[in-house]
T-cell receptor, first 114, second 117 residues
Framework: DAKTTQPPSMDCAEGRAANLPCNHSTISGNEYVYWYRQIHSQGPQYIIHGLKNNETNEMASLIITEDRKSSTLILPHATLRDTAVYYCIVRGLILTGGGNKLTFGTGTQLKVEL | DTEVTQTPKHLVMGMTNKKSLKCEQHMGHRAMYWYKQKAKKPPELMFVYSYEKLSINESVPSRFSPECPNSSLLNLHLHALQPEDSALYLC????????????????FGPGTRLTVL
């Protein structure tokens, strides 16, 4: 599975956009980029995913570079409740038996402050 | 119902005990997963079940024994654990085990926090 690299921590002022970068230079053509977040002591929560095109949903936007070697998750108006560890994951398919293989990297601890 | 439930929330067990963790989902998902998460570390995949059959075992010690009795239920049987097995155990499910028609996110439960004394 392709490896991802993220900064260990970032700070963001409440109400401002949080831009979280991720490098995945060894991604292959059919691998999706997923973003999850984990608020302290809870299970990870799905945010968004994409293959090639930019994606937007009610939580966030995902910008993937044309060469697909990096991506950025954008939280347009961060709130205190967005404080969490954000994981960028390249999803691999388990071809022989089925299932999706998510290999979590170390993630980025986002701290949103007043 | 878009929820994955896990019981118990907390579990304390001795090294000679046998206990089980339970995970349930009623979303019609056909892939289910067990992850282990140590403090301040990312979740690590342990097992994957696809259509109630074991698809992946990530070289997990045999003191952890998974079971998928039906499409909604996933168990993790624990026996002769070590203190280093203390961790948050997360269950997840996803819709399409093969993901060929798109991509399907995994829904995670809140986890069981296990302490082995």
């Amino acid at each position: 599975d392709a490896k991802t690299t993220q900064p260990p921590s970032m700070d963001c002022a409440e109400g401002r956009a949080a831009n979280l970068p991720c490098n995945h230079s060894t991604i292959s053509g059919n691998e999706y980029v997923y973003w999850y977040r984990q608020i302290h002591s809870q299970g990870p929560q799905y945010i968004i995913h994409g293959l090639k095109n930019n994606e937007t949903n009610e939580m966030a936007s995902l910008i993937i570079t044309e060469d697909r070697k990096s991506s950025t998750l954008i939280l347009p108006h961060a709130t205190l409740r967005d404080t969490a560890v954000y994981y960028c994951i390249v999803r691999g398919l388990i071809l022989t038996g089925g299932g999706n293989k998510l290999t979590f990297g170390t993630g980025t601890q986002l701290k949103v402050e007043l | 119902d878009t929820e994955v439930t896990q019981t118990p929330k907390h579990l304390v067990m001795g090294m000679t005990n046998k206990k089980s963790l339970k995970c349930e989902q009623h979303m019609g998902h056909r892939a289910m997963y067990w992850y282990k998460q140590k403090a301040k570390k990312p979740p690590e995949l342990m097992f994957v079940y696809s259509y109630e059959k074991l698809s992946i075992n990530e070289s997990v010690p045999s003191r952890f024994s998974p079971e998928c009795p039906n499409s909604s239920l996933l168990n993790l049987h624990l026996h002769a654990l070590q203190p280093e097995d203390s961790a948050l155990y997360l269950c997840a499910s996803s819709q399409d085990p093969y993901g060929t028609s798109g991509s399907y996110e995994q829904f995670f439960g809140p986890g069981t926090r296990l302490t082995v004394l």
